[in-house]
């Protein structure tokens, strides 16, 4: 199957301060990609569609100007959590889907995102 | 929302077959039955999909009912690297339609 990359695997940050995730898909050209977050012990939420040289769709409940997404190439979509707080803490995974196929998505391996 | 319910766990004993059921009693015509599986923090990896017949692949068997309410996925013979939580979605086919919502799985612990 497709490889989907995810950068940084592991980050700690201060509170207050912005963090930058990177989701690449390596070997085919991703139109849309997924955001999810998973807290311990629970499933995989998700966040947003990430369209690629349009706006960013996000589910109910998520806030868009603290959850920053762009998709500017077909291959790279990135995920800004904007003064992160730590209830931010959490497994960021992203996903792609698009190009030659539509069966099924393909998950980055996840970023852990821990808040101090 | 998830519109699938799992058992919340089950075991299997390794080299025998391990059956997981889902329902998904309000699937809409145009909804796929998806099934990933996610070993502990990893991302999750795509096993099978299937519309209304049974499929196989390399990794497992779905066998979907005829109404379409539930399914059923068969790891043929389960191995110590299959323990992992498994989820069973419906979803629309397509990446720009298919957003998946997950619901809580199935932890299958595949035992010695």
């Known amino acids: 199957g497709a490889v989907v990359s995810q950068h940084p695997s592991r980050v700690i940050c201060k509170s207050g301060t912005s963090v930058k995730i990177e989701c690449r898909s390596l070997d085919f050209q991703a139109t849309t990609m997924f955001w999810y977050r998973q807290f311990p012990k629970q499933s995989l939420m998700l966040m947003a569609t990430?369209?690629?040289?349009?706006?960013?769709?996000?589910e109910q409940g998520v806030e868009k100007d603290k959850f920053l997404i762009n998709h500017a190439s077909l291959t790279l979509s990135t995920l800004t959590v904007t003064s992160a707080h730590p209830e931010d803490s959490s497994f960021y995974i992203c996903?792609?889907?698009?190009?030659?196929?539509?069966?099924?998505?393909?998950f980055g391996p996840g970023t852990r995102l821990t808040v101090l | 929302d998830a519109k699938t319910t799992q058992p919340t766990s089950m075991d299997c004993a390794e080299g025998r077959a391990a059956n997981l059921p889902c329902n998904h009693s309000?699937?809409?015509?145009?909804?796929?039955v998806y099934w990933y599986r996610q070993i502990h923090s990893q991302g999750p990896q795509y096993i099978i999909h299937?519309?209304?017949n049974n499929e196989t692949n390399e990794m497992a068997s779905l066998i979907i009912t005829e109404d379409r309410k539930s399914s059923t996925l068969i790891l043929p013979h389960a191995t110590l690297r299959d323990t992992a939580v498994y989820y069973c979605i419906v979803s629309t086919r397509g990446s720009t339609l298919g957003r998946l919502y997950f619901g809580r799985g199935t932890q299958l612990t595949v035992w010695p």
């Open positions: 990430s369209n690629e040289g349009s706006k960013a769709t996000y």
């Open positions: 299937g519309l209304k």
């Open positions: 309000t699937i809409s015509g145009n909804e796929y």
């Open positions: 996903s792609s889907g698009g190009g030659s196929s539509y069966n099924e998505q393909f």
